[in-house]
């Protein structure tokens, strides 16, 4: 994502990168995150997923298609709600207006595929089996998958903070964990039993370093970058030493996640 306009050709390393920002589902048990804010209605979801098995099995009829079309629209659209209203406080109104104005592009799994061989092409066809998601400016999501509502918000989260300079101060690693951490708490519970989480190790490490600084200063890092940012670096040095802050983030850029907990459990001194 990030580098979203097109007068920015990907190099390979973009691809990569963009290939990390986007959603990963990692194959690890669910560990339940705290619901906060409330479920899609299961009927819902249920009404979407009956109308997505349908087009697979190529029996959907046109008033059905245009329906789905309707649902989807609407889950994208009360998504970015319930993301104003958890974090509507903390969202710059330019970042709030422009997402608005846009809507989530859902591809059927093939033709997400086909997209992000398009777009990535450096990507390979293996690390593309797992992204379900991702951002260039605009969202787009794979929509035959069960936990949709949480994709579309993790991306969705990923196209508010585009223009952040948070994510290239911290690096991909962390910016997946706090995309994630954020999303978490959009749909709460949407957690499915027996169901891969996306990037459980990242999203573990925001969650401890949630418990340090608190979950409103890494919102507003996140979505206003800047002064917000810098006022999450200093709190943690205070806390845990000077220095302690850049140690963190290197140790997540290096995907040291164990390191990176013990920075945020007992500094740089331990
Ligand atoms: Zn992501």
């Known amino acids: 994502m990030a580098k979203g306009c097109m007068k920015h050709?990907?190099?390979?390393?973009?691809?990569?990168?963009v290939?990390?920002?986007?959603?990963?589902?990692?194959?690890?048990?669910?560990?339940?995150?705290?619901?906060?804010?409330g479920a899609v209605s299961k009927t819902f979801r249920q009404s979407i997923a009956r109308k997505l098995g349908k087009a697979q099995a190529g029996t959907l009829s046109k008033a059905e298609a245009a329906a789905l079309r309707r649902e989807l629209m609407k889950?994208?659209?009360?998504?970015?709600?319930?993301?104003?209203?958890?974090?509507?406080?903390?969202?710059?109104?330019?970042?709030?207006?422009?997402?608005?104005?846009?809507?989530?592009?859902?591809?059927?799994?093939?033709?997400?595929?086909?997209?992000?061989?398009?777009?990535y092409p450096d990507m390979t066809a293996a690390q593309r089996k797992d992204v379900?998601?991702?951002?260039?400016?605009?969202?787009?999501?794979?929509?035959?998958?069960?936990?949709?509502?949480?994709?579309?918000?993790?991306?969705?989260?990923?196209?508010?903070?585009?223009?952040?300079?948070t994510k290239r101060k911290v690096g991909m690693?962390?910016?997946?964990?706090?995309?994630?951490?954020?999303?978490?708490?959009?749909?709460?519970?949407?957690?499915?039993?027996?169901?891969?989480?996306p990037y459980p190790r990242k999203t573990e490490v925001v969650e401890v370093l949630a418990a340090r600084v608190g979950k409103e200063r890494i919102a507003k890092a996140y979505f206003r970058g800047g002064k917000s940012f810098q006022v999450?670096?200093?709190?943690f040095d205070e806390q845990l030493g000077r220095g302690a802050f850049d140690a963190f983030v290197e140790a997540m850029k290096k995907e040291r996640y164990g390191d990176a907990i013990k920075i945020i459990k007992r500094g740089v001194l331990y």
């Open 173 to 197: 690693n962390l910016h997946e964990g706090m995309t994630e951490f954020l999303a978490r708490r959009v749909y709460g519970d949407m957690s499915i039993k027996g169901l891969p989480i």
């Open 232 to 235: 999450l670096k200093e709190d």
């Open 19 to 37: 290939l990390v920002s986007a959603l990963f589902i990692a194959a690890q048990a669910v560990t339940g995150p705290p619901a906060v804010a």
């Open 75 to 119: 889950l994208d659209k009360d998504t970015l709600d319930r993301i104003a209203r958890v974090y509507g406080k903390y969202i710059p109104e330019n970042s709030m207006r422009a997402a608005r104005s846009v809507s989530t592009r859902f591809y059927s799994h093939d033709a997400y595929q086909a997209h992000l061989k398009k777009m």
């Open 132 to 165: 379900t998601g991702n951002t260039e400016m605009l969202t787009y999501v794979d929509k035959n998958q069960p936990l949709l509502p949480r994709v579309v918000a993790h991306e969705r989260l990923h196209q508010l903070s585009e223009f952040v300079d």
């Open 9 to 17: 050709r990907l190099n390979r390393m973009a691809a990569i990168s």
